[in-house]
């Protein structure tokens, strides 16, 4: 699936927390166009922290992120006009209904309006939200608020897209069709970084892996180079119980 | 009773300063911990400032026992309308709502400590008020020791009644407006006609106890401290026992406020879970059809959403819409009555006529529209939808100018209907009407961007209650008090000034100078903007 262009490069990133706690501790990967990248660990192992890093949302201390050759650090501007980040547990603007905000997003990227109208509508349908869409956020589910902030995500078609957990809460149909979507974009270039618990899934949807530990990538590379016939379970079992 | 004081205790915990400091490691943090404090100790000393003046003012004149319903009748006003405006983001509706309804706690029990939650988080305020006229108070009258304790401990009991007061109107209105279906608009709409009737009522009693109009100023308003002591009793009751050690006065204020106290909360509690129920309830039309969308400047869409969240809180709307629907009730009333009438009622009969007023109408009008400028809390609302915004190609200079633009639709509407209907009734004549229209409108620039100022510099997106940030938030204080006093200041300077020189030149002036301190103040929250990004 690579096609070898990086959009992510994470090189020595460091985040340090406090009374010198390192949360993310030299972590470097790549992640090119076409790339579906699983980033696996145990709770408070640091795929958020490092996540929020990449989307520009947290401050860092040593190392450097660039997407698609712009440095999060000095420009990120730049990143974020080409980046999509759909949080754990999204919370959107409640006062606003599910178009207005999706038109917020729309009007934040320069969509037109024709665009716009017809990406909506594809991905709402597909989630099968549009007929929520004039209802307030705050009457929606978690799983509805999910699908939203998922659909916000796509509607500008980023170069990377970057998801935090983003199975959690969805229903079976709606999970199906993310990865579907997943595919499809990865097919056209768009590259996907998305941290998650279920190996399961990793292992099905994923063409690259890093799994980290403490703060530390411990194994990254392909499923192939990772598994070696193994499953992604018993691999991941392996290394961080090891 | 054990549980309950764990519940206060956490709610307080939750949201003390003390506690970040104590527990919060990043040395940046905790010095913004240690400046909120100093900020707030100067408000205080500002207050206590304000009390002791007055009481040398009494005690000048000889109005030395006037000081302790003073003293009552200060603290009264101040936590009713603190009290006012908070009650439905504190009382109801509030986040934490089903994680303590699920625990085992009676309803009435977590509105009472709801209520003395926000009583503690205002006793400084009551304090200051209390000690520094008690201090004015020993130093005219040299009583007995006995005073002293009994001050402190009674005046901490005096906030309460009116605080249950203002509590139990946010309970109606909260009763009421969950009836509704836009229940955010109905409860504002409430709360709005509640102050109207309160400010009201308080006007029609003042003009009923009057006798003689044209008494000197102070001895006026000593009288109507007096008068107001018979009607509203706690201010006689509260005199009464710290001058004469009345042992029944005493006795009558704790008594009643223990009572009242149960009686609200027996009664809010009775009907809390089906109000709460019913605000936290949305409904869902599920009917959306995709239509032709339209496309918007990136601007104009951040106005929209604060707009939006604006019409979605009734603290919000309460407190940013105040001074606009003053301003409105303003500009129509001076319509339908002489406004030779309104200035004798409004400054006590004070040799003051319309055509010495012209200079001051835009500071008037800006008094009550620059009450509040949203553009102080709205950086620190986005709380936790900040996540939003900032990984989003937003430069944060675009971000404030959206929230300093739906400052300005908010203010300037409001803001040149008053001045133009008041500068018509008082005849001020086409070129001061039109300098009058422009004066109000770079006030309004001005206060949009001091606002902004305040909101940048005094961040806080850590909030449990969105009450924290538009109530109590340190950029709310920072430009409110100093805003409030200059502006009073400006009214005196620029009447003054009109009786020199003619009051197009004053307006004129007034102009350049707002202008040029409006174009400052956007300078540096663009700077600061810029810094964040």
Redesign the interface.
């Known amino acids: 699936m690579g096609k070898n262009k990086a959009i992510l490069e994470i090189k020595g990133y460091t985040k340090i927390y406090g009374e010198g706690k390192k949360a993310a501790d030299n972590v470097t990967l790549t992640v090119e166009s076409g790339d579906i990248y699983g980033f696996i660990g145990h709770n408070g192992a640091g795929k958020s922290t490092t996540i929020r890093a990449v989307v520009g949302v947290l401050d860092f201390d040593e190392g450097e992120i660039f997407i698609d050759g712009h440095s999060v650090k000095d420009e990120s501007f730049e990143c974020k006009k080409l980046t999509a980040y759909i949080p754990d547990n999204p919370d959107l603007y409640e006062n606003l209904t599910g178009i207005q905000y999706l038109d917020f997003i729309a009007d934040v990227f320069g969509i037109s309006a024709e665009e716009r109208q017809k990406s909506i509508k594809e991905y709402a349908d597909k989630f099968e939200i549009t007929d929520s869409l004039g209802d307030l956020i705050s009457s929606y589910s978690h799983g509805m608020k999910q699908k939203l902030a998922i659909i916000s995500a796509l509607i500008h078609s980023p170069r990377l897209l970057v998801l935090d957990e983003p199975f959690v809460g969805l229903d079976p149909k709606a999970a199906f069709t993310l990865k579907q979507i997943m595919h499809d974009i990865c097919e056209k270039g768009t590259a996907i970084f998305f941290s998650t618990h279920v190996l399961d899934v990793a292992e099905k949807l994923c063409n690259k892996i890093a799994i980290i530990k403490q703060g530390k990538i411990i194994a990254s590379g392909t499923l192939e180079e990772l598994t070696h016939g193994e499953t992604l379970e018993e691999v991941f079992l392996e290394v961080v119980d090891g | 009773m054990g549980r309950n004081i764990i519940l206060l205790k956490t709610l307080l915990r939750s949201t003390s300063r003390f506690n970040s400091y104590k527990y919060c ?2 040395k940046k943090k905790r010095g913004k911990i240690v400046g909120a404090w100093v900020g707030a100790g100067i408000l205080y000393l500002m207050l206590m400032s304000y009390c002791i003046a007055t009481c040398v003012g009494y005690g000048h004149f000889g109005l030395t026992a006037g000081i302790p319903a003073m003293c009552a009748m200060v603290i009264s006003l101040l936590s009713f309308v603190f009290t006012l405006f908070k009650t439905n983001g504190y009382l109801f509706g509030f986040k934490e709502y089903d994680m303590l309804m699920a625990l085992p706690f009676e309803p009435k029990s977590i509105a009472a400590c709801k209520f003395l939650y926000m009583y503690i988080n205002s006793l400084p305020w009551y304090l200051s008020v209390s000690v520094s006229t008690l201090v004015g108070y020993a130093y005219y009258a040299k009583p007995s020791f006995a005073v002293y304790p009994l001050w402190v401990i009674l005046s901490l009991i005096q906030p309460i009644i009116p605080m249950l007061g203002a509590a139990f109107l946010g309970f109606l209105t909260a009763k009421l407006g969950s009836g509704f279906k836009n229940k955010t608009i109905a409860q504002t709409v409430l709360t709005m006609i509640f102050i109207g009737l309160c400010f009201g009522s308080r006007f029609f009693i003042e003009d009923m106890l009057k006798n003689n109009k044209t008494e000197e100023v102070l001895s006026n308003i000593s009288d109507i401290t007096d008068k107001t002591g018979s009607v509203y009793l706690p201010v006689k009751w509260f005199g009464g026992a710290v001058t004469e050690l009345n042992v029944l006065y005493m006795f009558l204020l704790i008594a009643v406020t223990a009572v009242l106290f149960t009686v609200v909360f027996t009664i809010v509690g009775r009907s809390y879970r089906q109000i709460n129920s019913a605000l936290g309830s ?7 059809v ?1 239509k ?7 601007i ?2 951040i106005a ?2 604060e707009f ?2 604006m ?3 009734v603290t919000y709307m309460t407190n940013a819409l105040i001074g606009e629907i003053m301003c409105f009730g303003m500009g129509i009333a001076v319509l339908f009555v002489d406004i030779e009438k309104v200035i004798k009622a409004v400054t006590k009969g004070a040799p003051l006529t319309s055509e010495m007023m012209v200079p001051a109408i835009p500071f008037i009008v800006y008094f009550f529209v620059g009450m509040v400028a949203t553009t102080c809390f709205t950086p620190s609302l986005e709380g ?2 900040y ?2 915004v ?6 944060k200079k675009t971000l404030y100018q959206g929230k300093m633009l739906y400052n300005m639709f908010l203010t300037v509407p409001f803001a040149l209907f008053a001045d133009v209907t008041i500068s018509i009734s008082a005849k001020a004549g086409v070129v001061n009407t039109l300098l009058s229209a422009v004066l109000v409108v770079c006030l309004c620039a001005f206060s949009t961007a001091w606002g902004c100022v305040c909101g940048i510099k005094h961040i806080k997106l850590d909030w449990e209650n969105e009450v924290e940030v538009i109530k109590q938030g340190t950029g709310v204080v920072v430009y409110l008090l100093p805003n409030m006093f200059v502006t009073m200041g400006l009214i005196v300077l620029v009447v003054y000034l009109g009786t020199l020189i003619s009051s197009a030149i004053v307006t004129a002036g007034m102009i350049l100078a707002s202008a040029i301190l409006a174009a400052l103040c956007y300078a540096r929250a663009m700077s600061l903007a810029a810094k964040q ?1």
């Open positions: 490691k990043d949305h409904a869902a039309a599920g009917k959306f995709m032709e969308q339209k496309q918007k400047s990136l104009s869409t929209f959403k939006k969240r019409t979605g809180s936790k939808n996540w939003i900032q990984s989003l190609p937003i430069r990004d």
